[in-house]
């Protein structure tokens, strides 16, 4: 049998020794992938950025591995006893609540701590609201630049969009509910002939996406929820 003859060979095996950087659903359960499934199940333990959101996972798929809590106000603190684990041989998962660990969640101080001990680290991919939401703009065929979260105060936010906005690529960020019309109100200001595209609550019962001029998806919301996580994605000057 020559290579290009060769038969798929089964990608599941015995986990190494190491930390692997999980990727899980952000909202629907069934997004999880075979692979992720396979990890949770054979790591010694599960580092969860919040244990009881990851207990609905684990149950779902009746999956019994222990978790220990990793998350923003205790990672510097863990990322040392993480570290001394897997060099003794542990296998490691590491998750947040949804999507991959470290973008804009908890996860790159533990996996800086191993890398710099030179502990194994692995990736394991999964569904990511950012990239979901710019599969979903259709402005953004040619790359993004992507800032996380905002801050919270509307001077330090008309800072930062006032740096980006003149940008000729699509700007992406992360919404909370309270902040997000007012992010938008500010857009209507800042730049309001832009397109925007608004995903809220991707993947879950009450999805939501839409586009339009600043002032267009305000006069949408004067009618509608605006509860659940956002997604924004401000598109380039045309």
Known sequence: MNADQAEPQDDQEALKVGLYVVGTPIGNLSDISIRALDTLRQVDAILAEDTRHTRKLLTRYEIATPMISCHKFNEAQRSQQIVHRIMSGAALALVSDAG??????????????????????????????????????????????????????????????????????????????????????ELAELAPNRQVFVGRELTKHYEQSLVGTPAEILAVFEQRSTKGEWVIVIGPER
């Open 100 to 185: 991959m660990p470290g973008v804009s969640d908890p996860g790159a101080r533990v996996v800086d701590a191993c890398r710099a001990a030179g502990a194994p680290i692995y990736a394991v991919p999964g569904p990511s609201a950012i990239t979901t939401a710019i599969s979903l703009c259709g402005f953004a065929e040619g790359g993004f630049i992507f800032l996380g979260f905002l801050p919270n105060k509307s001077a330090a936010r008309r800072r930062i969009l006032a740096q980006w906005l003149p940008q000729e690529l699509p700007i992406a960020v992360y919404e909370s509910p309270y902040r997000a019309i007012k992010l938008i109100t």
